[in-house]
């Protein structure tokens, strides 16, 4: 007795691959439950749009942090792509990936302060003292963020979202807005006097691949999708009390040096996707004005019937 196969089965792999390319990153992912040859051909491909959409090179990753007072006056930062880094092991097979391996890669950017908003207060910077760049970096506008634990106050909160857009042709303007993270930084009083201690701002090439560091960032989720790392400096304090005894735990003001800014990548490429989609949906309820003239015949130009 014949075996029956189905005919999806008798196709190449380069011709299934092609059949499964139009469907979209959550749609590949249900795909991979089907059969071990589904799995691995879906992943695949799920892995070369990973790597395609690490450095966002159609849309752009702008990130809004801020203290819970000062939401209205804190401009909003750019974010220049510096390479990927994975997590929790090796490097991963680009053969035979799994979708633990995808899960594992992140895209690593430079919080920076955007061109339209160097104009607007964004808190005092540091001394330039305080902060050592590298040769061909200084074109940069520094980040800074400033905090102040009042007395007795145990920790500090951080407002952070992430959005990844498209940008029309007018500076400042959007044709897509998508959020990916949202989601409160809590950095206590002993972490924020630990980082202190810092003396330069860590500086990561652009294109370079390492591994993740999770105890060195503040995650903005439980599932540490997104975090932040920043070099702390210590500000003079405009507030500190009079009289203070040994135990007392006194005013103390910070500076918050943007260094780096971790997202996953599967998080930046369902994004990307979603982007698309609300492009083509805006883009479909289109209404065309246009004027139309009424072509007379040469019978009724004339009165003729």
Known sequence: MARYSPGLDKLPNEILAGVLAPLSARELIVITSVSRRFYSVAVRLLYRRLLATASLPDNELILECYHPSAKISTPYLCCRYLGTKLADGGAVDEQSPTLGDLLRLYSSFRPVLAEENRRRRFGPKPPPAAISWPEGRRGDEVAVQEVFLDEGELLTQLCAVTNVVKESSRPGCYVSHVNTCDGVVRIWRERLAALAGA???????????????????????????????????????????????????????????????????????????????????????????????????????????
């Open 199 to 305: 003396s330069t701002v860590r500086e990561d090439e652009p294109g370079s691949s390492s591994a993740v560091d999770f105890g060195s960032f503040l995650w903005v989720d439980p599932g540490k999708s997104v975090g932040l790392r920043f070099c702390v400096r210590e500000s003079p304090s405009e507030r500190m009390p009079l009289i203070s005894g040994p135990g007392d735990e006194a005013p103390v003001s910070y500076s918050l040096v943007y260094e780096e800014l971790l997202v996953r990548t599967s998080m930046l490429l369902f994004a990307v996707e979603a982007s698309a989609v609300r492009e083509v949906a805006r883009s479909s309820k289109a209404v065309v004005i246009s004027h139309w003239t009424r072509q007379l015949s040469a019978g009724n130009r004339y009165g003729g019937a």
